[in-house]
T-cell receptor
């Protein structure tokens, strides 16, 4: 069966520090991969999605970037964190060609202080 | 703009009662709808989905109803249990439009009282 791993679960970082969140998927090949952010008490905002290695689409301009160095690995990065980057970050995957049904990771709670 | 929203941000029910969580959508072209359950500090879990060619779909203790006329979606949970306490999100997709992403509502917090 397919599983998605996301780490770390929680992270506290100072303003201006770099960020790297990693997500890997097992049990499937060539998945669509996504990064979402969820602000407290709010819905899910799509940040990036990828349909293949090295293919990244950005939904909103911001202080973050994403990379997909391997088929089942998706990384969310920042060179310098801002206070506004705080939030709950979720990685998700879907079957290639099937955009609708997403499977989410357990999330990373990022606090930028 | 097009959006997916929820009528009630919070819902409190007694254990054993049935719960109904509502969702309104505004994009008449949406043809796929999905419900997720999110427990505190965890990622959303898939519950049930429905396509626009159906008006009802049942799962284990859950039923999703779709009324395309009034653009309304609901999730019914039978015999609600304490483990059902969570935030429930609806989401929609227009497969003919920007079909690479779901549009999520803000969520409804369901609290089950023992």
């Amino acid at each position: 069966s397919q599983t998605i791993h996301q780490w770390p679960a929680t992270l506290v970082q100072p303003v201006g520090s770099p960020l790297s969140l990693e997500c890997t998927v097992e049990g499937t090949s060539n998945p669509n991969l996504y990064w979402y952010r969820q602000a407290a008490g709010r819905g899910l905002q799509l940040l990036f999605y990828s349909v293949g290695i090295g293919q990244i689409s950005s939904e909103v301009p911001q202080n973050l970037s994403a990379s997909r160095p391997q088929d089942r690995q998706f990384i969310l990065s920042s060179k310098k964190l801002l206070l506004s980057d705080s939030g709950f970050y979720l990685c998700a995957w879907s079957v290639q060609g099937v955009w609708e049904k997403l499977f989410f990771g357990s999330g990373t709670q990022l606090s930028v202080l | 703009g097009e959006s997916v929203g929820l009528h009630l941000p919070t819902l409190s029910v007694q254990e054993g009662d049935n719960s109904i969580i509502n969702c309104a959508y505004s994009n008449s072209a949406s043809d796929y709808f999905i419900w997720y359950k999110q427990e505190s500090g965890k990622g959303p879990q898939f519950i049930i989905d429905i396509r626009s060619n159906m008006d009802k779909r049942q799962g284990q203790r859950v039923t999703v109803l779709l009324n395309k006329t009034v653009k309304h979606l609901s999730l019914q949970i039978a015999a609600t249990q304490p483990g059902d306490s969570a935030v429930y999100f609806c989401a929609e997709n227009d497969s003919g439009g920007s079909n690479y992403k779901l549009t999520f509502g803000k969520g409804t917090l369901l609290t089950v009282n023992p």
